[in-house]
Structures are given as structure tokens and as C-alpha cells.
């Protein structure tokens, strides 16, 4: 089955740029989702199609994917944007969604 | 407003059944797929089935299938999930998720439903 490998945390200072990575086999002929989780919260979608973002998601969000890693950028981070993070992807060969095993983003 | 409306938390005990819903309103729902996502304490985030409630049409991820039944009823607009023998191990939060036809993200969630199964 198919497995996306993030890393388990990444700590960031308010007004930097945090970056998340996803790895998977040939990620990039997929389609990568990413959502945002707060704590006691549903997730809630911040990118999709790699890099398109929903109505309402800052600017500050943007997706990039290529090769075996698809990456969510968090620019100007601000301490609301301290959550757990998880990317998707549908699997074609199995018709399976798989998510992440998502990564917590810590502002200092 | 599109929303997904679960139903309330669940204290069962183990060998009980338990059927959970996911109510849509303000969209077609016989149009989107509707997935479910399991998430146990402290871990996360588990793809365990969706259904199409147009036509019925429903996958399960194998670490699911044979353990829950997913289904829908659309001249109400919700669908379920549900179990006919609970273990101590479902003990987690179930989330109902919308999918567009066109995507395969999940763009509109429900609340979560808490599931707790304990003698």
C-alpha cells in the first residue's frame, strides 16, 4: 500500500517561513491535500491539487510537489497556525485515500 | 451554509452495535462523496471508506472492510457508519468528510462523533 512519511514536528519562530515535507513514491504524479488540524477541532483543508488553496485559507499557505516530496510552505507564520498537519493523497492503483502521518508545527 | 452535522458521543461497551450519522445541508448530497476518517487518541488521522450516496456506490479501505458498514440515506441526506460488535480498540474520533466529484481532497468536515467503547 501506498505511505506518506512526514516528519513528526517542526518548530518555527512567528515570522518565519515553516516548511512541511510529505514524502511518497513519485509523489509527484499525484495530486497532495493538506489540512490543518488544532487541537479538540475537525481538520479543515488548507491546500489541494498541490497547490491551490481553498476559499477563506491565507495566502501565507502555498503547496509545492515534485519527485518523491510534496511540501506545504507557511510563510509570516503566526502563533494561530500552531496545529498538526496532514497531507492526502487518492492512490489510483489500490482506489484508496491515504493521508500523512502528519506533523506538528510548533511556534516559539 | 455547507455543513456536515454528526450525531452526538457514544459510550458503549464491548459486543454492543452502534450506528453514527453525518447529516449534509446546503449542497446537493447526491453529488459529493462522503468518506469516513477515523482518529485515535493522540495518533492520526485514518482513511476508512466513502460512499457515494447518489448511487450507493461504496469502498472500504482493507483495514476496514468486514469491520464497518458504511451507508447512506438520501432522501435525508445523511450517511452512517456503523459497527455490529464494538471493541475496546474503536475507542476514537470519527470524522464524516465531504469529497467533490472533480477532487479528490476532503473539502468540508464534519464535528467528529467520540466513540467510546468500555466495560
Known amino acids: 500500500s501506498y505511505v506518506l512519511t512526514q516528519p513528526p514536528s517542526v518548530s518555527v519562530a512567528p515570522g518565519q517561513t515553516a516548511r512541511i515535507t510529505c514524502g511518497g513514491n513519485n509523489i509527484g504524479s499525484k495530486s497532495v491535500h493538506w489540512y490543518q488540524q488544532k487541537p479538540g477541532q475537525a481538520p479543515v483543508l488548507v491546500v489541494y491539487?498541490?497547490?491551490d488553496r481553498p476559499s477563506g485559507i491565507p495566502e501565507r499557505f502555498s503547496g509545492s510537489n515534485s519527485g518523491n516530496t510534496a511540501t506545504l510552505t507557511i510563510s509570516r507564520v503566526e502563533a494561530g497556525d500552531e496545529a498538526d498537519y496532514y497531507c492526502?493523497?487518492?492512490?489510483?492503483?489500490?482506489?484508496?485515500?491515504?493521508f500523512g502521518t502528519g506533523t506538528k508545527v510548533t511556534v516559539l | 451554509e455547507v455543513q456536515l452535522v454528526q450525531s452526538g458521543a457514544e459510550v458503549k461497551k464491548p459486543g454492543e452495535s452502534l450506528k453514527i450519522s453525518c447529516k449534509g445541508s446546503?449542497?446537493?448530497?447526491?453529488?459529493?462523496?462522503i468518506g469516513w476518517v477515523r482518529q485515535m487518541p493522540g495518533k492520526g488521522l485514518e482513511w476508512m471508506g466513502i460512499i457515494y450516496p447518489g448511487d450507493s456506490d461504496t469502498r472500504y479501505s482493507p483495514s476496514f472492510q468486514g469491520q464497518v458498514t458504511i451507508s447512506a440515506d438520501k432522501s435525508i441526506s445523511t450517511a452512517y457508519l456503523q459497527w455490529s460488535s464494538l471493541k475496546a480498540s474503536d475507542t476514537a474520533m470519527y470524522y464524516c468528510?465531504?469529497?467533490?466529484?472533480?477532487?479528490?481532497?476532503?473539502?468540508?468536515w464534519g464535528q467528529g462523533t467520540m466513540v467510546t467503547v468500555s466495560s
Open positions: 492526502q493523497v487518492w492512490d489510483s492503483s489500490s482506489d484508496h485515500y491515504v
Open positions: 468528510a465531504r469529497r467533490p466529484v472533480t477532487k479528490d481532497a476532503f473539502d468540508i
Open positions: 491539487d498541490d497547490s
Open positions: 446546503g449542497y446537493s448530497f447526491t453529488s459529493y462523496w
